[in-house]
């Protein structure tokens, strides 16, 4: 399988998957036939190039990463926007790793829903435009044949949606619930140390954990927008991030952290998904007290976990990062193995 790869952003997601690509052309080849050529890169900060011959991607990634832009390529064309490299470019696999917006999910929705239009393949980490357009995006992929796979959009390069193509192919899931959201997890573990709430955040903000302003993380909107995707991917549900019941971590006291430790247990914010016997499908964001010998109790600081509650093999647990440059980078490089192992 050659992929001929345009990507749209490439900030440190992007060059993440790059530095990967990079660091394993040769075994992708020997071992998954994967080879590939870069042959657009469109980012709003440092610029487009587009070349059929393929774009240096070393060069791209030193100049980016040393704050400079990439304009100064070599490349046939330059100085065009998203949505025109997608159309232009001839590229067969869009990487879209553009900004997160889980109001109405642009730009990111128009990037996919543009390529995968024109039956090109798509690979996201975008969150955003899967869960609030999960079911029409993949209608249009089916219709039109390219694939879409957006395994970094629940927890970064940690596995969920391509284990059930692999070793949990043979089971049903009845319900899901885990930590999905490293910045709130970081914030109650520290708490946990007997830390107030204000103090942990405004260290999480200082070390790039949190933004300034936290509101997406610590009332819950991230996870929110990552259970949608779960029970609509599992269950076929058309839950919008909005519909999610919710509530996030920030009334949660330090009394009651140290209190739940006494008690044998530990304060998390899950995220969970289930289908109900009547058929409904439900998806959930809380603090939620477990006790010590729940595998979710123990996972702290930025690690991230889910739990898969299943027919063949009861609960099975998957804990991994959350986030990261690398670890990122490498759901897109997952994504593009499970592209070609669909088309072979």
């Not at 490299?85 to 543009?114: C, F, M, Q």
Request: net charge neutral; glycine share 12%; charged share 25%.
């Amino acid at each position: 399988m050659r992929f001929e790869i345009a990507f749209i952003g490439f900030g440190t997601v992007g060059r993440g998957f790059a530095d990967l690509l990079l660091e394993k052309r040769e075994y992708l080849k020997k071992a998954f036939g994967i080879d590939w050529k870069v042959v657009a890169i469109s980012d709003i900060r440092a610029g487009s190039v587009m070349d059929s011959n393929g774009v240096d991607l070393a060069e791209a990634v030193r100049l980016t990463d040393s704050g400079k832009g990439i304009e100064g390529i070599p490349g046939e064309r330059k100085g065009l926007d998203a949505l025109e490299t997608i159309r232009e470019s001839g590229a067969n696999l869009v990487v879209e790793v553009t900004w997160t917006n889980i109001k109405d999910g642009e730009p990111g929705y128009s990037h996919i829903k543009t390529a995968l239009e024109m039956g090109k393949h798509v690979a996201t980490t975008n969150k955003g435009p899967i869960a609030l357009h999960y079911k029409e995006l993949m209608r249009i992929s089916s219709e039109k044949g390219g694939k879409l796979r957006f395994e970094g959009a629940v927890l970064s390069g940690t596995p969920v949606f391509n284990l059930f193509e692999g070793p949990l192919a043979g089971c049903s899931v009845a319900s899901i619930r885990g930590i999905v959201n490293g910045t709130t997890n970081l914030i109650l573990s520290e708490m946990g140390k007997g830390r107030t709430y204000s103090e942990v955040l405004r260290e999480a903000q200082r070390m790039g954990y949190a933004e300034a302003d936290p509101t997406m993380d610590v009332e819950g909107w991230d996870a929110a927008a990552k259970a949608a995707i779960l029970a609509n991917h599992f269950f076929g549900a058309d839950i919008k991030p909005s519909a999610v019941a919710r509530k996030g971590i920030s009334g949660i006291t330090l009394e009651e952290v140290m209190d739940a430790i006494k008690k044998g247990g530990r304060i998390k914010l899950l995220a969970r998904a289930w289908k109900e016997d009547r058929g409904d499908v439900v998806a959930e964001v809380s603090p939620t007290w477990l006790p010590e010998s729940d595998p979710l109790a123990s996972i702290g600081g930025v690690t991230n976990a889910l739990t898969f509650s299943t027919d063949a093999l009861g609960e099975v647990t998957i804990v991994g990062l959350g986030a990261g440059r690398r670890a990122t980078g490498y759901a897109l490089l997952a994504d593009m193995i499970s592209i070609a192992r669909s088309l072979a």
